[in-house]
């Protein structure tokens, strides 16, 4: 399986990061979590104190920072951002960033140049429609806003910070839309990728049943 290509895709707290993590590290592949090249990038605007609504400025930081993806770890120009990338100034910044189009120019090529021997699992909202249009392996993960809600609250509070179901309930709700109504590369399954609904399902289950696809696509099976 070390040339397999999976692109996992789908809406804020929908699982993919946890799920896609699994997959690869059971069949032995390389993780690309490309929403954390973009929250990586918004962190680098945050600190360096730019006008994030400033386009080429921030796809300038897109096109010089040294993201390092060393799961779980996240490395910005040397400095360890892994938490740091998960605050929620990061979070309320990032689609704005994720928005943009030259700054997603520039990170599809560096996520494609991650993916161009294969051998790996990549999740983000774009990567069956537009990252990796011919992987082997599309799914495309999703779950009730009330469910992602309950997970990013827990997700927050685990990792220290304050949150407030209603305010995370309108947030989600905003980055739905704006991921979903963007004029580029916006969240929509690809044609060929296999719905999963995550509501009420663990982990286990969901990537049992990732797992299942990529055995049966690489024995040849439909």
């Known amino acids: 399986m070390k040339r397999l290509t999976v692109a996992i895709d789908g809406p804020a707290g929908a699982g993919k990061s946890t799920v896609a993590r699994r997959v690869a590290e059971e069949l032995g592949l390389l993780y690309v979590d490309t929403g954390a090249m973009y929250r990586a990038i918004t962190w680098k605007a945050l600190q360096s104190e730019i006008d994030l609504s400033d386009e080429q400025v921030v796809a300038a930081i897109a096109r010089e920072a040294e993201i390092v993806l060393d799961p779980p770890e996240v490395l910005v120009d040397g400095v360890r951002v892994t938490e740091a990338i ?21 990170l599809v090529e560096k996520q494609r140049q991650m993916a161009k021997d294969g051998g790996v699992v990549m999740d983000g909202r774009d990567i069956g429609t537009h990252v ?79 797992l299942d696809l990529c055995r049966t696509k690489v024995s040849g099976g439909e």
């Open 86 to 106: 998960r605050s929620p100034e990061v979070t309320d910044h990032v689609s704005m960033v994720a928005g943009m189009a030259e700054v997603r120019r520039v």
């Open 132 to 210: 990796m249009p011919d992987a082997d392996v599309k799914v495309f993960l999703t779950a009730s806003i009330e469910e992602r809600v309950r997970r990013r609250h827990l997700e927050m509070i685990r990792r220290g910070y304050a949150s407030d179901p209603d305010r995370l309930y309108q947030e989600i709700k905003r980055r739905d839309e704006m991921d979903e109504n963007r004029s580029h590369s916006p969240l929509k399954p690809a044609a060929d990728a296999v719905m999963l609904d995550t509501t009420g399902r663990s982990i286990d289950e969901v990537v049992s049943m990732i």
